[in-house]
């Protein structure tokens, strides 16, 4: 039967594939994680992040709920190169804090980063929203991301920045 000499094949070659990346020295991963610095002014309900023009995550808080401070977003293989990471939040004021006139408020964060993955290498992205603490601009100006980017030798702990 042809279509079963066909699974076989592919069974085969995925088999090889593993063996191959499992022993490969020069395998290149990624991993992004998202870690929220916003004050307690305002609560994360929704993240969305794209990696090169695919959504890799949609994650949405239920009503008076808020998202986790912290968590993975990617962990695994990537091609080296440049990768393009496009990432959108969605906040509630809280009332509580620097704001309490904000209270109920929806805000929008968006922003893009690029960012190398060299072979061989680990490549750790860390998404961080935060407020700024310039008094002089308005609140709704002070939403930004900022990226922290590490390489690290595979095997590194991912905790740990050179």
Known sequence: NVDARIAAAQAKVLKLRESVVKHNTSA???LVVHHDDMNASFVLET???ELDGVEILNKSAKPGVELKKDFDILAGDMKP????????FRYLGTGLGTYPGLNGMHFLVK????????????TKVSVIPYTRPEATIAPQQRFAVRYEHDILALGASTTETP
Request: overall charge positive; charged content about 20%.
């Open 28 to 30: 290149t991963r990624g």
């Open 47 to 49: 993240a969305i992040y």
């Open 81 to 88: 190169g440049d990768h393009k990471l496009v990432v959108s």
């Open 111 to 122: 922003s893009t980063y690029t960012f190398p993955v060299f072979e061989g290498r680990l």
